[in-house]
């Protein structure tokens, strides 16, 4: 069964980019193709009816679900980027290009470029750390090709990711074993290979443990968690009488960790990477204060908190910095990496949209204030980890002329724990 030990019938190895049995992008850049996908395979059964409900997460296939940074790219360019003095990686959810894929493919294209002719000295993203539904509507495994592996050809570098709600929701009837197995089968694979679905792209399957798991990396750390198959007015969720407590159970042994290793001088930036948000004011999405609590308690016991926290799932760009226990966190959602229907944000007093910054409170009562969204353009994030900083951009895609803008930015003081918002710039 693939995605969790053993070798799919479909799978043959191809050339790789990775000593390690890797491949990435194609070996020479394409055009895009997306007007001549299959008109069923755009409106990927748009019709099929479903209500979401709770499903088990599979298991891993390896524990602890620890990943290497170098297990996929290698000592050498472990070593290139430790010398560089920092990692660059890009992060955005809610990708599958269904009903319009060229705002998909625009997005998939300026990400790709940011890594053309790019060394690790002069800024190259490592990797994308994808944020959640990366096929829609179901997450079948027919629609990899149209919304994963061809809208990212080009993208020479690692995709990890969590899944998000489309990706694990069933529908009646569907012909898998296991909500999620279409994911495993092409992010959780024990060694990496070319899957049927792939097609003529050369990138091959990711080696991830389990569909949550630690990216252990230069710089950082990343704890990716699957929050379920909720959608729209529902919350998110990663534990439950359905969903189990394993998952939990990871996130405080890994909390657990990074506060031992930071007890002992490694000053790694600690992310959390899960699809539905802790915070939105999306029109067409909830915040989820359930699981912030479950992730809150976890933190509280292993005396550690995230140094930023990544979503998906509401289709906008969304920043806030949470104080807790006087440190600043910001909370960051990228859900417009490339489905057609962005969100709206919610209006305020009066019928109209907030001007941030905006303060309040969390539910728990801590600080917490709206700095920036975007609610009318794609684009994706690039974060840059340093020893002492963590800067992250939020940068928009024209899909017209392909022009790159950075409508907000911050840095993190990873010492400090303070956020300051940069100038706007283009």
Known sequence: MIGRGAPSSNAQPVGTTSALGFAFGNPHPTPDDYNTLDP???FADANIKSTPSPEPVPPPWRTPPVLAFSDVLGADILSQIQQSGRIVFHAVGDTGGIKQPSDQFAVADAMSADLAGATYAAGRPAFFFHLGDVV????????????????YRDYDAPIFAVPGNHDGVLFPGEPVKYSLEPFCNNFCTATSMHHVVAQGCARTTMTQPGVYFTLDAPFVKIIGLYSNTSEGATQGLISGPKVGPAQLAFLQSQLQTAAAQRAKNDRRALVIAVHHPPFTGSGS?????????DIDAACQKAGIYPDVVLSGHAHLYERYTRTVAGRQIPYVVGGNGGYFNLSGFKPGAGGKQPKPPVKGTDAAGNPLTLESFADKLYGYLRLTVTPGTLSCEFVSVDKATGKKTVPDAFNLNLAAHQVTSRPRAS
């Open 136 to 151: 829609y509507y179901y997450g079948q495994e027919r629609y990899y090709y149209d919304q994963f592996y061809d809208p």
């Open 40 to 42: 069923k395979d755009v």
């Open 285 to 293: 999405h909830t915040p989820n204060p359930a699981m912030l609590a």
